[in-house]
């Protein structure tokens, strides 16, 4: 190394740092309510262990001898080995330092040279699940206060929709990804959507929610939101990009568009509709890495609609928007100054309760929080 | 509008002791259309600007939802918020909330008083109102005399301290600078309760040889005005002045400040007026701040016990900036001790 980047190495950023944006105070940390999070997509996790940041902490994923993928504490008990680095032998975790071996539940089954185990050879194994392409883990307590809720596009219902997976990364926080559903006024300001006839109405009955897929297992774990609203449309040619905002927002099916959203605390499932017709569908999760490191992941689709072309076109249209939309909020997330005081008023409603739900299902990991730290 | 990426977090601490002043938050040149993030006392704050006028410092983040403000827009003298499109104006006032019935009452952001000079957006710091005037330094004024001049601007983890005081400190000159004579200071009678002045002087010195044939310095004299925030100085060369500097700081946070000023040299039909000494100056300039910024990067602070007589200078300096930075001052004790009688 010459010694100019030795020195660049020692003071890596602390140069001009009055010009530089720098991440906004957030003193709550990640603030992670108990819920189901995405780890990884299903196709990512195979025969080798797989170690990742999750929860503040560090995690190892691996799939045992049936194939059932497995999360656990990624440090061994013993000498404190990050089991990440080790492989799985006739479907166990073994450490790669002393090849202690670990079940699926993260009970040491095996010591080379060793006769008797000691009881306490166990590592913390969290609640997995396997679905929608992905692998969810439990956080928050030692067995899931729900179970991971259904999302028909990608079992039941998956011949009908044509979607695409999405990754994003912020350095905002898990209620900042989820509450963004809940501020319809920012789909105006931020997005720019003109909206007339604005309607929004907090759900107090799952059954409205019904489209979105079957009920949350947990009636408190659930929170849902109804929003419909008419993107203004002036003529073309007196305003060309009002225009392609509002037809792109409608899919140019119609004039009014509806937005379905419910979801349990650490994800969120949407159905829109435009003139009554569903549209597309979402599945959001979040992968919550820890304070300052989130991604937002999912499926995103569209219905078919019969005929290829314009399915094509709406899929073309979704993703455009999607894409889009994503962006602009992403810096937002980035750059917010989070657990603040702020001010509220009226139309942030449906803010103040999601926040007051959230809150609630943070405080359900309290536990689970004070071990990890 | 594109993905900012992520930065590492970082905790931002406040400067220790900072005295209340005028620092500077950016350069004028650096706000245009958009608005700009800057971090000053550990303040994140942004600057914006609403057409030609002057630059406006504010809180970073909305009142409302806590967004970032240098993501927003300018529109109608107003810094609209990205994320709902609240207004708030020059003076911070609320001016536009769209979808709310009315502007929600009290609901302003946090400026703080600022002033566009010398090319810097200046920005008080420490209090609600400025305790004392920002820097006047009548040789960048449009009507000043010829002059070269040249701006820098320096990083360094010292403190703002420790940079004004600098000069007060006579005992570095012969071991930093090489300044081998006798350095005698003197407090000038022009001190008020916000500026410290004084004269440092340097009889008959020595000039390496090729250059004793060409000039000699019979005395050399730095002329020290210092306010807590920011300082000028006067160098003359045998009674006439030779160069102006204005030294001004930017305390981003603890461990961490810019230095920037700007240094005019006067042009004059003499010998000291031509590009020569511009540039001898600029050179000495450069090697004299080099030689201090080696030493400040790592300097620790110390409780300031282990004195000597020579010491004097910087000794004052630090009583006088006591009496800014809040702590241990004679008019802080003073107030706090009628507050507890």
Redesign the interface.
């Known amino acids: 190394m010459t010694r100019a980047a030795a020195r660049r190495e020692a003071a890596p950023d602390t140069q001009d740092i009055s010009r530089r944006s720098a991440l906004p105070p957030n003193p709550d940390g990640a603030n992670i309510a108990a819920s189901w999070y995405v780890a990884t997509r299903s196709g990512l996790l195979r025969t080798r262990p797989h170690r990742m940041r999750l929860f503040e902490r560090e995690v190892v994923l691996w799939r045992d001898g049936a194939g059932v993928a497995r999360c656990f504490a990624a440090h061994c008990p013993h000498q404190g080995a990050n089991l990440g680095l080790g492989d799985v032998v006739d479907g166990e975790l073994r450490c790669p330092f002393h090849h202690w071996r670990f079940d699926g539940h993260g009970v040491c089954t095996a010591i080379p040279g060793v006769s008797r185990i000691p009881s306490t050879a166990r590592t913390r194994s969290y609640p997995t699940r396997e679905a929608y392409g992905f692998v969810w883990v439990w956080y928050g307590t030692p067995e899931p206060l729900f179970e991971l809720p259904d999302f028909p596009p990608m079992t039941d219902d998956k011949g009908s929709y044509a979607g695409f997976f999405y990754d994003d990364r912020t350095t905002g926080t898990v209620r900042q990804l989820l509450e963004n559903a809940v501020d319809h006024q920012h789909f105006s300001a931020l997005h720019g959507l003109d909206l007339d006839d604005v309607d929004f109405r907090v759900l107090g009955d799952q059954a409205e929610a019904s489209d979105n897929g079957c009920p949350v297992s947990a009636e408190d774990a659930w929170f849902g939101v109804w929003f419909a609203g008419t993107p203004w449309r002036p003529p073309l040619r007196r305003s060309p990009l009002a225009w392609i905002t509002a037809v792109v927002a409608t899919f140019a099916m119609g004039r009014r568009m509806e937005l379905l959203v419910d979801g349990w605390p650490g994800g969120q499932r949407f159905t829109a509709y435009v003139d009554g017709t569903e549209v597309y569908k979402v599945l959001m999760g979040i992968v919550p890495e820890g304070n300052r490191a989130t991604r937002q992941v999912g499926w995103a689709g569209v219905r078919r609609t019969g005929r290829w072309y314009r399915t094509a076109l709406n899929y073309l249209l979704f993703y455009v928007q999607n894409r889009a939309g994503t962006s602009q909020d992403v810096p937002i997330y980035d750059s917010t100054r989070s657990a603040q005081p702020v001010v509220y008023v009226r139309y942030d409603n449906g803010l103040v309760r999601f926040r007051r739900y959230y809150q609630a299902w943070v405080e359900r990991a309290a536990d689970e929080r004070a071990a990890g730290s | ?4 990426p ?5 905790n ?1 601490t406040l400067p220790r002791d900072l005295a209340r002043g005028w620092y500077v ?2 350069t004028s040149a ?1 706000v245009r259309r958009r608005p700009r ?4 006392a550990g303040r ?1 704050l942004v600057v914006w600007r609403a057409g030609a006028g002057d630059a406006v410092v504010m809180d ?2 909305c ?6 403000l ?2 927003g827009t300018i529109v109608d003298g107003a810094l609209r ?5 609240w207004r708030f104006d020059t003076g911070g006032s609320c001016v536009a ?5 009315r502007i ?1 009452a009290g ?1 302003s952001a946090v400026v703080h008083p600022s002033r566009e000079l010398y090319g810097y957006v200046w920005v008080w710091i420490g209090s609600a109102e400025p305790e004392y005037p920002p820097p006047d330094f009548p040789h960048l004024e449009p009507g000043a005399p010829a002059h070269r001049r040249y701006s820098f601007q320096q ?1 360094t ?1 010292a403190s703002a301290r420790r940079i004004l005081e600098n000069g007060f400190d006579v005992p570095h000159f012969p071991v930093v600078h090489g300044i081998a004579a006798d350095l005698q200071l003197d407090w000038s009678p022009w001190c008020d309760e916000h500026t410290l002045a004084a004269r440092l002087t340097v009889e008959s010195l020595p000039l390496p040889s090729p250059l004793d044939r060409v000039m000699s310095i019979r005395w050399l004299c730095l002329n020290l005005r210092s306010t807590p925030s920011y300082q000028t100085l006067t160098f003359e060369l045998n009674g006439t002045p030779v160069a102006h500097e204005l030294l001004a700081l ?1 305390p ?2 603890q461990g ?1 400040t ?1 230095l920037r000023g700007w240094t005019v040299v006067p042009r004059s039909p003499g010998l000291l007026g031509t590009a020569a000494v511009f540039w001898g100056y600029r050179l000495q300039h450069w090697l004299g701040t080099r030689s201090d910024l080696r030493i400040y990067r790592d300097v620790e602070e110390t409780d300031g016990s282990v004195n000597t007589a020579d010491d004097a200078g910087v000794l004052r300096f630090r009583q006088f900036y006591r009496r800014w930075s809040g702590h241990g001052g004679h008019q802080d004790t003073a107030k706090r001790a009628r507050g507890t009688v």
């Open positions: 509008m594109s993905v900012v992520a930065a590492p977090p970082r931002r938050a950016t650096g993030p800057v971090v000053v994140e970073r983040f009142p409302h939802q806590g967004a970032a240098e993501l918020c990205p994320f709902h499109h909330a769209p979808s709310t019935r929600p609901v990083y983890s930017t981003s946070e961490a810019t």
